[in-house]
Protein backbone atom coordinates (compact mmCIF):
# COMPACT_ATOMS: atom_id res chain seq x y z
CA UNK A 1 0.00 0.00 0.00
CA UNK A 2 0.95 3.37 -0.39
CA UNK A 3 2.63 5.43 2.16
CA UNK A 4 1.41 9.58 2.55
CA UNK A 5 2.52 11.46 -0.37
CA UNK A 6 3.97 14.75 -0.53
CA UNK A 7 4.32 17.47 -3.90
CA UNK A 8 6.41 18.92 -4.48
CA UNK A 9 9.99 17.44 -3.08
CA UNK A 10 11.63 20.65 -3.05
CA UNK A 11 10.51 24.23 -3.77
CA UNK A 12 12.54 27.59 -4.22
CA UNK A 13 10.28 30.97 -3.65
CA UNK A 14 11.45 34.36 -2.94
CA UNK A 15 10.14 36.85 -0.13
CA UNK A 16 6.75 37.75 -0.65
CA UNK A 17 5.61 35.05 -2.75
CA UNK A 18 2.81 32.66 -2.03
CA UNK A 19 2.98 28.52 -2.18
CA UNK A 20 0.95 25.38 -2.23
CA UNK A 21 1.76 22.26 -0.65
CA UNK A 22 -0.49 18.69 -1.51
CA UNK A 23 -0.35 15.93 0.41
CA UNK A 24 -2.62 12.71 0.03
CA UNK A 25 -3.18 10.39 2.88
CA UNK A 26 -2.64 6.78 3.82
CA UNK A 27 -5.63 4.86 1.88
CA UNK A 28 -8.69 4.57 4.18
CA UNK A 29 -7.25 7.67 6.21
CA UNK A 30 -9.43 10.58 6.96
CA UNK A 31 -7.00 12.30 9.41
CA UNK A 32 -4.34 14.73 7.98
CA UNK A 33 -2.13 17.14 10.19
CA UNK A 34 0.10 19.46 8.74
CA UNK A 35 3.84 20.35 10.83
CA UNK A 36 6.51 22.24 10.12
CA UNK A 37 10.16 21.22 11.23
CA UNK A 38 13.47 24.29 11.20
CA UNK A 39 16.69 22.79 11.41
CA UNK A 40 17.30 20.92 14.69
CA UNK A 41 13.78 21.42 16.11
CA UNK A 42 11.34 18.50 16.34
CA UNK A 43 8.51 19.63 14.15
CA UNK A 44 6.26 21.98 15.16
CA UNK A 45 1.74 21.49 14.52
CA UNK A 46 0.39 23.39 11.94
CA UNK A 47 -3.28 22.42 11.29
CA UNK A 48 -4.98 19.06 11.38
CA UNK A 49 -8.08 18.62 9.68
CA UNK A 50 -10.69 15.65 9.31
CA UNK A 51 -13.33 14.74 7.98
CA UNK A 52 -12.59 18.16 5.71
CA UNK A 53 -13.41 19.82 9.04
CA UNK A 54 -10.56 22.13 10.53
CA UNK A 55 -10.35 20.58 13.94
CA UNK A 56 -6.89 22.49 15.28
CA UNK A 57 -4.70 25.38 14.33
CA UNK A 58 -0.75 25.51 16.19
CA UNK A 59 0.26 28.92 16.79
CA UNK A 60 1.35 30.24 13.24
CA UNK A 61 0.01 33.51 11.41
CA UNK A 62 -3.15 34.06 9.30
CA UNK A 63 -0.68 33.69 6.58
CA UNK A 64 -0.62 29.72 7.06
CA UNK A 65 -4.30 28.24 5.50
CA UNK A 66 -5.06 24.46 4.52
CA UNK A 67 -8.30 22.77 3.40
CA UNK A 68 -9.05 18.97 3.41
CA UNK A 69 -11.03 17.60 0.02
CA UNK A 70 -13.63 15.00 -0.27
CA UNK A 71 -10.97 12.42 -1.20
CA UNK A 72 -9.29 13.41 2.35
CA UNK A 73 -5.76 15.02 -0.37
CA UNK A 74 -5.22 18.38 1.78
CA UNK A 75 -3.58 21.34 0.68
CA UNK A 76 -1.47 23.89 3.06
CA UNK A 77 -1.18 27.41 1.65
CA UNK A 78 1.19 29.98 2.85
CA UNK A 79 1.00 33.67 1.73
CA UNK A 80 3.85 36.49 2.18
CA UNK A 81 6.39 34.33 2.06
CA UNK A 82 9.10 35.13 4.72
CA UNK A 83 12.73 34.32 5.13
CA UNK A 84 11.77 32.34 8.53
CA UNK A 85 9.21 29.86 6.56
CA UNK A 86 12.26 27.89 4.85
CA UNK A 87 11.78 24.58 5.98
CA UNK A 88 10.84 21.40 6.27
CA UNK A 89 6.87 21.01 5.71
CA UNK A 90 5.61 17.03 6.79
CA UNK A 91 2.16 16.14 6.34
CA UNK A 92 0.59 13.29 9.23
CA UNK A 93 -1.67 10.91 8.09
CA UNK A 94 -4.22 9.21 10.77
CA UNK A 95 -7.11 7.34 10.52
CA UNK A 96 -9.28 9.40 12.86
CA UNK A 97 -8.26 12.59 14.89
CA UNK A 98 -7.19 12.79 18.22
CA UNK A 99 -7.00 10.04 21.08
CA UNK A 100 -4.61 6.89 20.91
CA UNK A 101 -3.93 7.49 16.87
CA UNK A 102 -0.97 7.10 15.29
CA UNK A 103 0.05 9.59 12.63
CA UNK A 104 2.76 8.38 9.99
CA UNK A 105 4.29 10.95 7.97
CA UNK A 106 5.13 11.42 4.29
CA UNK A 107 8.67 12.81 2.82
CA UNK A 108 8.13 15.81 3.32
CA UNK A 109 8.26 19.38 1.18
CA UNK A 110 11.38 21.02 1.58
CA UNK A 111 10.74 24.71 1.47
CA UNK A 112 13.57 27.62 1.09
CA UNK A 113 12.52 31.03 0.70
CA UNK A 114 15.08 33.41 -0.69
CA UNK B 1 9.79 24.59 30.96
CA UNK B 2 9.58 23.07 27.22
CA UNK B 3 6.22 20.73 27.16
CA UNK B 4 8.78 17.38 26.12
CA UNK B 5 12.46 17.75 26.62
CA UNK B 6 14.68 15.35 25.23
CA UNK B 7 18.93 15.46 25.67
CA UNK B 8 20.40 16.73 22.65
CA UNK B 9 23.16 14.51 22.49
CA UNK B 10 24.63 12.85 20.39
CA UNK B 11 24.24 9.60 22.97
CA UNK B 12 27.45 7.41 21.17
CA UNK B 13 27.20 3.40 21.81
CA UNK B 14 29.08 0.79 20.33
CA UNK B 15 27.57 -1.77 18.09
CA UNK B 16 25.74 -4.53 19.90
CA UNK B 17 25.42 -2.23 23.03
CA UNK B 18 21.63 -1.27 24.49
CA UNK B 19 21.00 2.56 23.58
CA UNK B 20 18.70 4.14 26.35
CA UNK B 21 16.90 7.16 25.21
CA UNK B 22 14.87 9.54 27.38
CA UNK B 23 12.08 11.87 27.63
CA UNK B 24 10.37 13.67 29.99
CA UNK B 25 6.42 15.61 29.48
CA UNK B 26 4.96 18.30 31.32
CA UNK B 27 1.42 18.22 30.76
CA UNK B 28 -0.03 15.35 32.67
CA UNK B 29 -3.18 15.46 30.54
CA UNK B 30 -0.94 13.45 28.10
CA UNK B 31 -1.86 9.70 27.14
CA UNK B 32 -0.06 8.82 24.04
CA UNK B 33 3.13 8.81 23.52
CA UNK B 34 4.94 7.80 20.19
CA UNK B 35 8.89 7.49 19.12
CA UNK B 36 9.98 8.56 15.81
CA UNK B 37 13.49 8.04 13.99
CA UNK B 38 14.20 10.58 11.77
CA UNK B 39 17.40 9.88 9.15
CA UNK B 40 19.49 12.91 8.30
CA UNK B 41 17.59 15.20 5.66
CA UNK B 42 14.85 12.73 5.96
CA UNK B 43 11.05 12.95 7.70
CA UNK B 44 10.25 11.08 10.55
CA UNK B 45 9.31 7.47 10.85
CA UNK B 46 6.81 6.13 13.71
CA UNK B 47 8.67 3.02 15.42
CA UNK B 48 6.50 2.91 18.72
CA UNK B 49 3.80 4.19 20.51
CA UNK B 50 2.91 3.30 24.13
CA UNK B 51 -0.30 4.33 25.89
CA UNK B 52 -0.47 2.31 29.23
CA UNK B 53 2.58 2.05 32.09
CA UNK B 54 4.71 -0.29 31.70
CA UNK B 55 6.67 -1.73 28.92
CA UNK B 56 6.28 -2.52 25.46
CA UNK B 57 8.31 -4.84 23.04
CA UNK B 58 8.66 -5.13 19.73
CA UNK B 59 11.42 -6.47 18.31
CA UNK B 60 15.14 -4.53 19.24
CA UNK B 61 12.81 -1.71 20.56
CA UNK B 62 10.98 -1.31 24.09
CA UNK B 63 9.37 1.26 25.12
CA UNK B 64 8.80 2.69 28.79
CA UNK B 65 6.17 4.82 30.21
CA UNK B 66 5.82 5.76 33.68
CA UNK B 67 2.82 8.89 34.09
CA UNK B 68 3.54 9.64 37.89
CA UNK B 69 7.30 10.25 36.66
CA UNK B 70 5.85 11.84 33.19
CA UNK B 71 8.62 10.00 31.72
CA UNK B 72 9.33 8.17 28.55
CA UNK B 73 11.77 5.77 27.35
CA UNK B 74 13.12 3.85 24.35
CA UNK B 75 15.57 0.73 24.79
CA UNK B 76 17.26 -0.49 21.54
CA UNK B 77 18.78 -3.34 21.92
CA UNK B 78 21.63 -4.57 19.97
CA UNK B 79 22.26 -1.14 18.14
CA UNK B 80 23.61 -1.82 14.65
CA UNK B 81 25.07 1.47 13.13
CA UNK B 82 21.86 1.40 10.76
CA UNK B 83 20.17 2.77 14.17
CA UNK B 84 22.64 5.79 13.83
CA UNK B 85 19.62 8.86 13.45
CA UNK B 86 17.34 11.44 15.37
CA UNK B 87 14.70 10.35 17.78
CA UNK B 88 11.95 12.36 18.55
CA UNK B 89 9.77 11.62 21.53
CA UNK B 90 6.28 12.90 20.77
CA UNK B 91 3.43 13.38 23.08
CA UNK B 92 -0.74 13.98 22.60
CA UNK B 93 -3.38 14.77 25.22
CA UNK B 94 -6.70 12.45 25.01
CA UNK B 95 -8.43 15.25 24.18
CA UNK B 96 -6.36 16.88 22.00
CA UNK B 97 -5.15 16.36 18.22
CA UNK B 98 -1.57 17.47 18.16
CA UNK B 99 1.40 15.79 18.51
CA UNK B 100 3.88 17.70 20.74
CA UNK B 101 7.57 17.08 19.76
CA UNK B 102 10.73 17.15 21.57
CA UNK B 103 13.60 18.20 19.83
CA UNK B 104 15.57 14.82 19.15
CA UNK B 105 18.22 12.92 20.78
CA UNK B 106 20.87 12.34 18.00
CA UNK B 107 22.23 8.71 18.92
CA UNK B 108 25.52 7.34 17.15
CA UNK B 109 26.13 3.38 16.83
CA UNK B 110 30.07 3.40 16.62
CA UNK B 111 31.09 -0.09 14.86
Known amino acids: DAGVTQSPTHLIKTRGQHVTLRCSPI?????VSWYQQVLGQGPQFIFQYYEKEERGRGNFPDRFSARQFPNYSSELNVNALLLGDSALYLC?????????????FGPGTRLTVL | QKEVEQNSGPLSVPEGAIASLNCTYS??????FFWYRQYSGKSPELIMS????GDKEDGRFTAQLNKASQYVSLLIRDSQPSDSATYLCAVMMDSSYKLIFGSGTRLLVRP
Open chain 2, 50 to 53: IYSN
Open chain 2, 27 to 32: DRGSQS
Open chain 1, 27 to 31: SGHKS
Open chain 1, 92 to 104: ASSLVAGGHNEQF
